[in-house]
């Protein structure tokens, strides 16, 4: 692209680069540091940025006996509980929108492209605009402080039924010719063809939408009133008391940290299927 | 084994568009039948509807004595070989050939005997671990041969097998699955539209256009007596010269003034009636001397190595002629030289073949 360029010329977009990832992990650092330190050190208003040395005790406290003060619940339930949704919502998405993908492209029957549209125009509308109706529904049922009550609302997924959509287009229609004649019906042909094919797609929707459920805030706020039944993102926001009593900053950012910590993973662990899902088209 | 019979079948789409219009043939028990045609012909519609992947709109479909025209693909005791393989890109070959065993319940012990043995026929025994994305062309294309053969079917049904393939691997391939055919003895419908392929493979050609069948017969039949300028036109290469001519009597046409001597005489037809004259190519020879019946001016040259192809203008029309390589003559006005029973004439108003008994 640019030829001969100069030693400025060289190190400038890494000056670019390094000021970036500096913007990005000097928070997540600090949030580090701070969960290591007495919660008086914090208090006072000049937290050091080197790490203290409460790093241990703190954490064992965040995850297993609780601020105290503020909510009784040890951070290990509310990490059981956020695994718990994320991976039904993640898991739960894929099967919904790859059977129904399945069918919209695979199948001709009465008012097939009505039911895509109807399944596409929900894209217009998130749960933060559906969800007065939503709640009332999730209440009436009497799902309020219960898993299924924070997951299922979650669940129908436009996005995910459009992406295996796109990808069935893409799968060559002799393959599902050959398998007629290979005498798969059409179980078989989605077991034995269509979901091997979709294994990298599936990965990489498995990965957005793990964190999409992680992240959650609105919804569980709403939905759970229990302590046994909150998620970490909303355990950290109840840790952060207003009133005139001390707020354990050591803890709130050991929470915040071990909340990081699973979609962290997640990308990591599957990066490589993440990556090819996104890119590849195998066939 | 079986033979394969249509009965007047027919295919219209929703809308009322007629892509099949009433095709009736019969391929004879462990023959070769090439269904040959321009795009658009129908002829991968009338192939799919034997295999049972598109409804049939009317007539019968008959694999040995059963009617299929409702039975499953799976359960018609066909295989079929696709334009783009339809390898199983996520199964080893192995699987690939095994799938169609598996899904039908064969012992285990005999797919194993099954699949190594059609690999051994077909050479592909080394790559039978491998991912089809690791195979070249020509590899794929065996392993799509080998699938067909595991199921030991009825009938082998090729849809433009060949057309994925360069130049070269085409001929290489075509003639092997012409030995193949010939060893395995099954009936196979084959669907191309490489006029030299189906020359070459078929037992049966079958030309289609515009749906409807032009004419059946063997390639020497369909070579020496076209029945329409249509197959006239598509059997044969470098294609046949059409010029416009006039009967002058029953055993001579004239092509503007130019009298050319007919081997059969032309009956039935009136003296002045137009004519299309169709000569091929390689029966024109360049006259020597006074016998020229009819000349054209050489606009340019195609050389093919053993022989060389004249192309210019002659009364009547375009003409190309072929000539040996040893041919010295190349260019002004050469004379032509037309033997009396290589004249194929032509009705102008439906392209039947015109005059010849016979």
């Known amino acids: 692209m640019v030829e001969r360029r100069t030693l400025f010329g060289r190190l400038l977009p890494h000056l670019v680069l390094l000021a970036g990832v500096a913007v990005v992990a000097f928070p997540v650092y600090l949030a580090v540091v701070g969960s290591t330190h007495e919660s008086a050190v914090i208090a006072n208003g000049q937290m050091p940025l080197y790490p203290g040395a409460q790093a241990a005790d703190t954490y064992y406290r965040t995850l297993f006996i609780g601020p105290g003060r503020t909510t009784r619940e040890p951070v290990s339930g509310m990490l059981l509980n956020s695994f718990l949704m994320a991976m039904i919502i993640a898991v739960g998405k894929i099967a919904i929108s790859i059977l129904s993908a399945y069918a919209v492209v695979y199948f001709r029957f009465p008012l097939r492209m009505a039911a895509f549209w109807m399944i596409f125009v929900t894209l217009m509308l998130p749960v933060e605009v559906r969800i007065y109706p939503t709640y009332k529904v999730v209440a009436d049922l009497g799902m309020l402080d219960s898993m299924a009550g924070l997951t299922l609302p979650l669940i129908a997924s436009a996005t995910a039924t459009l992406l295996f959509r796109q990808f069935f287009m893409t799968v060559p229609d002799e393959l599902v010719e050959a398998s007629k004649i290979d005498g798969a019906g059409p179980f078989r042909f989605f077991k034995d063809t269509l979901l091997p094919l979709s294994r990298t797609n599936m990965a990489a929707l498995f990965v957005i939408l793990f964190i999409y459920g992680w992240n959650q805030y609105l919804w569980p706020l709403l939905i759970t009133t229990r302590d046994d039944m909150q998620t970490i993102v909303i355990g950290i926001k109840k840790m952060i008391v207003t009133s005139d009593a001390l707020t354990e900053w050591q803890i709130v950012m050991a929470t915040a940290v071990l909340a990081m910590l699973p979609p962290v993973l997640v990308v990591v662990l599957m990066q490589k299927l993440f990556v090819r899902g996104l890119v590849e088209t195998e066939k | ?358």
């Open chain 2, 1 to 358: 084994m079986a033979s394969v019979t249509l009965t007047d079948v027919r295919k219209v789409y929703h809308g009322g568009v007629e892509a099949v219009r009433g095709v009736s043939f019969d391929v004879a028990d462990g023959s070769f039948c090439v269904l040959v045609g321009p795009s658009g012909c129908g002829k991968s519609t009338l192939l799919r509807m034997v295999a049972g992947l598109e409804t049939i709109s009317g007539g019968t479909v008959r694999i040995g004595d059963r009617v299929v025209n409702d039975i499953e693909p799976s359960e018609r005791d066909i295989a079929m070989v696709f334009q783009n393989y339809a390898l199983y890109p996520h199964m080893s070959v192995y699987d690939n050939m095994a799938y169609g065993l598996r899904n039908r319940g064969t012992p285990k012990a005999e797919i194993d005997q099954r699949v190594r043995e059609a690999a051994r026929i077909l050479d592909v025994e080394p790559y039978l671990d491998r991912r089809p994305k690791a195979l070249s062309g020509g590899q794929r294309q065996r392993v799509a041969m080998g699938r067909a053969i595991v199921r030991k079917p009825q009938v082998f049904l090729f849809d433009e097998p060949l057309s994925n393939l360069d130049a070269k691997l085409r001929v290489q391939m075509r003639v092997e699955i012409k030995r193949l055919q010939r060893a395995l003895g099954v009936t196979s419908l084959y669907v191309t539209h490489d006029q030299v392929e189906a020359m070459t493979l078929s037992d049966l050609l079958v030309v289609m256009n515009g749906g409807r069948v032009e004419q059946i017969g063997t390639p020497t039949e369909l070579y020496r007596r076209p029945a329409t300028r249509f197959v006239a036109g598509f059997i044969g290469s470098p294609a046949m010269n059409f010029l416009a001519g006039r009967i002058e009597n029953e055993g001579t046409v004239t092509i503007d003034g130019h009298r050319i001597a007919l081997g059969t005489p032309a009956r039935g037809m009136l003296p002045g009636a137009a004519v299309e004259v169709g000569l091929r190519p390689e029966d024109l020879q360049l006259a020597n001397g006074g016998g020229a019946q009819l000349s054209m001016e050489v606009e340019f040259v195609e050389e093919l190595g053993a022989t060389r192809l004249l192309h210019g203008r002659s009364a009547g029309g375009a003409i190309t002629v072929q000539v040996p390589a040893a041919e010295t003559r190349s260019s002004g006005t050469l004379g032509l030289a037309i033997d009396p029973a290589l004249v194929h004439l032509f009705d102008p108003a439906d392209g039947r073949r015109a005059g010849m008994a016979g």
